[in-house]
C-alpha cells in the first residue's frame, strides 16, 4: 500500500509520549524530520537520536506563529501529535487547553497550507464520540463530546476538513487509550497505571471496574504515522480512522497486568463516580488500508515490566514527569 519516498515532515509534540517512539522510526526510514515542542517533560525523550544528521529540534511554544512558520518551512508533510493531552489536564486550565488545543490549531493549518505542506495527519481522540450504546462504534455515527477536551478535538477535524484541497490532503486518526513504554514515559493512562501499581505498590487498585477502554500499543499507532504518510490518496484524503486493538473492562486490563506479571498481585475494587465507558471499532483502516495492530495489552505490560526490571524508571510513583497533570500543577504552565 506504500510508495517508497522521503519526506520533510514536522512532528509537533515530536518530545512527548508517542513523538518519542515516533521521531526514531521516522529518521530509520530516511525523513527528515522537524520536532517542535516545549520539551516541559524533559530533554532526554530524543537523546538517543539526537545527533542524527535528519532531525532539526525546535523548542518552543506552538502558540506563537512565527515559531510555527518557521517549524513549518520546507516540509510537506505535517504529524500533528502535540496538545493538553485528556481532560484532567485541559480541565485544569479550559482556557489554555482552548489556546493549544484549538486556536494553534488552526494557525497550524493555515500555516501549513501557506508553507505548501501536501500532506496533514491529525492525531485526534476516540473519546469524540462520548459514550455510545452501540458495540460497535464506528466512524460514521455522530459525535458527542462529553468534555471539552474531546469537544476540541472534534472541532478541529472539522477546521482540518473544511481547509482541504486538492494542494492539501488531510487525514484524521483517532487512536484508543496508548499503552506501553516509551522514552518519554506517562504513567497515567489505564493500562500503565495499573502495571505501576502492581509493581511498585505491590497491588493493584480499580476504580469502578465494568467501565470499557480501548486500547492501542504505542508501537502500533507509531507504526501506523509511519505508514500512512505514504499511503496512496484514497487511503489517506479526506479518511477518518479509529485505530484501536482491544476493547476490555478495566478490571480485565488489572487481571491480564496481574497475570503477565506474575507475582500474584491482589486487585482492590473501589467505587468510583467515573463511569465513562468506551469502545471503538477499528476493522475500516484495515478494509480501506491493510493497517491491523499486532501488539496486545500484555505486550504492553510485559515491556513496561522489563523497564522497571532494568532500573530505568526512577521514581515511578512520584516524579511528576509520568503524569502529565502533575507536572502542569509543578510548573503552573499557562
Same mark, same amino acid.
Request: charged share 25%; glycine share 6%.
Given at each position: 500500500?506504500?510508495?517508497?519516498?522521503?519526506?520533510?515532515?514536522?512532528?509537533?509534540?515530536?518530545?512527548?509520549?508517542?513523538?518519542?517512539?515516533?521521531?526514531?522510526?521516522?529518521?530509520?526510514?530516511?525523513?527528515?524530520?522537524?520536532?517542535?515542542?516545549?520539551?516541559?517533560?524533559?530533554?532526554?525523550?530524543?537523546?538517543?537520536?539526537?545527533?542524527?544528521?535528519?532531525?532539526?529540534?525546535?523548542?518552543?511554544?506552538?502558540?506563537?506563529?512565527?515559531?510555527?512558520?518557521?517549524?513549518?518551512?520546507?516540509?510537506?508533510?505535517?504529524?500533528?501529535?502535540?496538545?493538553?493531552?485528556?481532560?484532567?489536564?485541559?480541565?485544569?486550565?479550559?482556557?489554555?487547553?482552548?489556546?493549544?488545543?484549538?486556536?494553534?490549531?488552526?494557525?497550524?493549518?493555515?500555516?501549513?497550507?501557506?508553507?505548501?505542506?501536501?500532506?496533514?495527519?491529525?492525531?485526534?481522540?476516540?473519546?469524540?464520540?462520548?459514550?455510545?450504546?452501540?458495540?460497535?462504534?464506528?466512524?460514521?455515527?455522530?459525535?458527542?463530546?462529553?468534555?471539552?477536551?474531546?469537544? /476540541?478535538?472534534?472541532?478541529?477535524?472539522?477546521?482540518?476538513?473544511?481547509?482541504?484541497?486538492?494542494?492539501?490532503?488531510?487525514?484524521?486518526?483517532?487512536?484508543?487509550?496508548?499503552?506501553?513504554?516509551?522514552?518519554?514515559?506517562?504513567?497515567?493512562?489505564?493500562?500503565?497505571?495499573?502495571?505501576?501499581?502492581?509493581?511498585?505498590?505491590?497491588?493493584?487498585?480499580?476504580?469502578?471496574?465494568?467501565?470499557?477502554?480501548?486500547?492501542?500499543?504505542?508501537?502500533?499507532?507509531?507504526?501506523?504515522?509511519?505508514?500512512?504518510?505514504?499511503?496512496?490518496?484514497?487511503?489517506?484524503?479526506?479518511?477518518?480512522?479509529?485505530?484501536?486493538?482491544?476493547?476490555?473492562?478495566?478490571?480485565?486490563? +488489572?487481571?491480564?497486568?496481574?497475570?503477565?506479571?506474575?507475582?500474584?498481585?491482589?486487585?482492590?475494587?473501589?467505587?468510583?463516580?467515573?463511569?465513562?465507558?468506551?469502545?471503538?471499532?477499528?476493522?475500516?483502516?484495515?478494509?480501506?488500508?491493510?493497517?491491523?495492530?499486532? /501488539?496486545?495489552?500484555?505486550? +504492553?505490560?510485559?515491556?513496561?515490566?522489563?523497564?522497571?526490571?532494568?532500573?530505568?524508571?526512577?521514581?515511578?510513583?512520584?516524579?511528576?514527569?509520568?503524569?502529565?497533570?502533575?507536572?502542569?500543577?509543578?510548573?503552573?504552565?499557562?
Amino acid at each position: 500500500m506504500t510508495v517508497n519516498s522521503e519526506r520533510k515532515i514536522l512532528v509537533t509534540g515530536g518530545a512527548g509520549y508517542v513523538g518519542s517512539k515516533l521521531i526514531p522510526k521516522l529518521l530509520d526510514q530516511g525523513h527528515e524530520v522537524t520536532v517542535l515542542d516545549l520539551y516541559l517533560f524533559g530533554d532526554e525523550a530524543l537523546a538517543e537520536c539526537r545527533e542524527h544528521r535528519a532531525l532539526r529540534e525546535i523548542k518552543g511554544d506552538i502558540r506563537d506563529r512565527v515559531i510555527v512558520d518557521d517549524a513549518v518551512k520546507g516540509c510537506d508533510t505535517v504529524i500533528h501529535l502535540a496538545c493538553i493531552s485528556n481532560d484532567p489536564s485541559f480541565d485544569l486550565n479550559p482556557k489554555l487547553g482552548k489556546a493549544i488545543n484549538y486556536d494553534a490549531f488552526i494557525d497550524l493549518v493555515d500555516a501549513s497550507i501557506e508553507s505548501g505542506v501536501k500532506r496533514f495527519v491529525y492525531a485526534s481522540s476516540s473519546s469524540v464520540y462520548g459514550i455510545k450504546s452501540e458495540s460497535e462504534v464506528t466512524e460514521n455515527l455522530p459525535l458527542e463530546p462529553l468534555t471539552d477536551y474531546s469537544k /476540541y478535538k472534534a472541532l478541529c477535524e472539522d477546521v482540518l476538513f473544511q481547509r482541504r484541497s486538492a494542494e492539501f490532503s488531510a487525514l484524521i486518526i483517532r487512536p484508543a487509550t496508548v499503552c506501553g513504554y516509551a522514552p518519554r514515559l506517562r504513567l497515567d493512562l489505564t493500562v500503565n497505571i495499573l502495571t505501576n501499581h502492581a509493581i511498585n505498590n505491590g497491588k493493584i487498585v480499580v476504580f469502578g471496574g465494568e467501565q470499557t477502554r480501548p486500547n492501542i500499543h504505542i508501537e502500533d499507532i507509531t507504526d501506523l504515522y509511519v505508514e500512512c504518510i505514504l499511503w496512496p490518496d484514497k487511503c489517506f484524503d479526506g479518511q477518518i480512522f479509529n485505530v484501536g486493538y482491544e476493547n476490555h473492562r478495566v478490571i480485565d486490563i +488489572a487481571e491480564k497486568v496481574s497475570k503477565v506479571i506474575a507475582r500474584g498481585t491482589p486487585i482492590e475494587k473501589v467505587k468510583t463516580d467515573d463511569l465513562r465507558s468506551y469502545r471503538i471499532s477499528s476493522d475500516l483502516i484495515y478494509r480501506v488500508c491493510g493497517f491491523k495492530p499486532r /501488539y496486545t495489552i500484555d505486550h +504492553a505490560v510485559a515491556g513496561l515490566v522489563s523497564a522497571f526490571d532494568a532500573n530505568i524508571i526512577p521514581n515511578a510513583m512520584s516524579d511528576p514527569k509520568y503524569f502529565n497533570i502533575k507536572l502542569l500543577q509543578a510548573i503552573d504552565f499557562s
